[in-house]
């Protein structure tokens, strides 16, 4: 009979339960999609040679179904108060709570299985789509057809089905614990005056100050406090800030700012003023859960995309301080091309070329480059030659150096004076370092410990030490260091090299399956977080169809209507995304202080480009998302009203 019941229910509330349907049907695709990712052993063996993707993709499954369990809890709450009087027609007519408990259960799970049984098809494909991107993005030597999806994919998702209906019938039994008196009121609690907090208003927005301030104080490295007192205990502070910020900017500073609006008369008497400003009151509070859930969500999913490109762009920064220059030959005793083979390369591929002499010589104490590595000789350049390469790099050139002194080039950025003194083997010769560069002329794998001296002390010590003189051959050009045609044309010559366009190949093989993994999941979470509130506000207001029926009575038209339910909507889409993109934004900045290097890397690699690539990605999105709903709503709305409007 409760089934039978169940289906009818169904069929009455089919508006309101189609979107709710349709949420599920989205939010099970994706979950299956993940899990035939994970189960797909072929392409996660040739993305990754260990386990590490697989376990990322196991580890956002299980942030996934705690979304999927919050957010199947809160809409069981929000049904049953929209449903109240239903429950005391059923109280009337004689129904025991547990039958009640298994009326409301039956419904959820027939929509759970049904949505769930269709989401294994709709997952299938979008995973087919995404595995056959990622085959020709990678070019991979795969087959496109003929994918099998293993009997653990299909086990977990049946574990998640099972789970949500144990979920809900516990929910569910926890509500009907309750007096019927207060099961009915639920509506009207909802409705009770909202209290102001200034204080507490006030508190999530210092909070929040308070987080930001943190992941901003790391742009004072090496002084800042994630130093002095360890990163991990900030770090805790920072995420406690954050997190307790949010909840509380969510349920009492917005609900505040609100309650501030509506006693300016000039923001209350307008057109959707006066219908929006007095029930955001209620539905903020009632959100709260929901929106800072979704808030918080916004921010780990900005974060970890900003931080995920970040770590991409970087590193391609970084092999313009490994690999100077497009391309290098390796250090040799003589020149390893020749003139016409020099300008052969210039003249055919738009280049210019820079031959460098340096000396290589012997020291009488080892010198630790760094805390671990040692260098018995240094590599001497003379200063006209460096300025040389400087001018081909495009990068800022040295002024004069005195004859008995020279400039140190870190190999590790670092801005701290430095006081050296290099004694060579024979002793009959010191070179006073009191400058360095962070800008090094050539690869590290050709010299780690480069020295610049005077042109005059240069050509003393090459008059001096003869066979202590080596060669390398810098190219350079305009948009060349991805260049591949000018790699396969330089390996004819047999000369060893070392290029950027190598060196970029392999950070790309190297980072873009992960890239693509985080950068998939970054974009899952925004759907979902989309996806949500798309139907929180369909739900939402079409619940309230017959207020808006009223509005249309009170004289309010179409257009001025879909006006409220814009606003409407706005209250419930931006402030996750304010905060979520604020909080991001800090994140990241805070997070390329600790993975880059900032003396050498510039502001728009840093943050710029992280942040134009995770909002170009994301924005679109959730933009898309705020209108359809609108219009969506505003389609149904009309089809409501317009009979009331022939009619008066």
């Not at 990068?395 to 050296?420: D, T």
Request: with cysteine.
């Amino acid at each position: 009979m409760s089934f039978a019941i169940s289906l009818s229910n169904l069929k009455h509330n089919k508006k309101l339960y189609q979107v709710y349907f349709l949420a599920q049907l989205v939010i099970f695709s994706l979950f299956f999609m993940l899990q035939c990712f994970s189960t797909d052993s072929v392409i996660v063996a040739r993305l990754a040679e260990d386990a590490d993707i697989k376990t990322m993709i196991q580890t956002i499954s299980l942030f996934f179904v705690l979304f999927i369990v919050f957010y199947f809890v809160y809409f069981n709450q929000f049904f049953i108060k929209q449903r109240a009087e239903e429950l005391g027609i059923y109280s009337i007519l004689g129904f025991k709570r547990q039958e009640i408990v298994r009326l409301f259960l039956a419904e959820n799970a027939i929509l759970v299985v049904i949505a769930a049984g269709l989401s294994l098809g709709v997952g299938y494909v979008l995973y087919f789509g995404m595995r056959t991107c990622l085959i020709n993005f990678l070019g991979l030597d795969l087959p496109i057809w003929g994918l099998k999806i293993q009997s653990s994919a299909f086990k977990n998702m049946l574990l998640l089905i099972l789970g949500i209906i144990g979920i809900v019938y516990i929910e569910l039994y926890v509500i009907f614990r309750k007096k019927l008196t207060d099961i009915l009121n639920l509506q009207k609690l909802q409705d009770k005056q909202v209290k102001r907090h200034p204080l507490l208003a006030l508190s999530g927005l210092v909070c929040l100050l308070g987080a930001d301030l943190l992941f901003s104080n790391l742009t004072t490295r090496p002084y800042s406090l994630w130093d002095q007192y360890g990163s991990l205990p900030v770090l805790f502070i920072t995420l406690c800030l954050l997190g307790g910020g949010s909840v509380l900017f969510i349920i009492f500073t917005l609900p505040y700012v609100v309650s501030f609006l509506i006693h300016r008369p000039k923001k209350l008497y307008s057109m959707s003023g006066n219908v929006v400003l007095p029930r955001m009151q209620h539905r903020l509070q009632n959100k709260g859960r929901l929106l800072t859930a979704l808030a918080l969500l916004t921010t780990d999913s900005v974060m970890v995309l900003g931080v995920t490109f970040l770590t991409l762009s970087y590193p391609y920064e970084a092999t313009k301080r490994i690999v100077p220059s497009t391309l290098e030959t390796k250090i040799a005793k003589k020149r390893p091309l020749s003139t016409s083979e020099i300008k052969s390369f210039e003249q055919k591929f738009a280049l210019k070329a820079v031959d460098s002499k340096l000396l290589q010589l012997k020291l009488k104490d080892k010198w630790y480059f760094s805390k671990r590595n040692t260098s018995d000789h240094i590599d001497v350049i003379s200063l006209s030659n460096y300025n040389e390469l400087m001018a081909l790099q495009h990068r800022e050139q040295l002024k004069k150096i005195a004859l008995n002194e020279a400039v140190l080039v870190n190999y590790y950025v670092s801005l701290a004076p430095v006081n050296e003194s290099f004694t060579l083997k024979d002793g009959s010769q010191t070179l006073q370092v009191k400058k360095a560069t962070n800008q090094n002329p050539f690869a590290f794998a050709n010299s780690v410990v480069t020295v610049i001296v005077s042109d005059a002390k240069f050509n003393e010590l090459a008059q001096k030490y003869p066979n202590a003189s080596y060669a390398i051959v810098s190219f350079d050009g305009k948009n060349m260091r991805d260049n591949e045609k000018l790699v396969q044309a330089f390996k004819k010559t047999k000369v060893a090299y070392f290029s950027s366009y190598e060196r970029n190949k392999l950070i790309t093989n190297a980072n873009s399956p992960t890239f693509l993994m985080i950068s998939m999941i970054s974009i899952l979470f925004f759907v979902t977080i989309s996806t949500i509130l798309y139907f929180t506000a369909r739900i939402e207001e079409l619940s309230l169809s017959e207020e808006y029926d009223t509005l249309a009575k009170l004289g309010y038209r179409i257009k001025e209507i879909r006006h409220v339910v814009t606003v409407e909507n706005a209250w419930l889409f931006f402030p996750p995304l304010i905060l979520g993109l604020i909080n991001g934004v800090f994140g990241i900045l805070g997070a390329s202080y600790l993975i880059t290097d900032s003396l050498t890397t510039d502001w728009y690699s840093r943050l710029g480009q992280p942040l134009l690539y995770t909002i170009g990605l994301f924005l679109p999105i959730y933009l898309l998302v705020y209108y359809l709903a609108g219009r969506s709503i505003g389609k149904e709305l009309k089809e409501y009203i317009e009979p009331t409007i022939y009619k008066m």
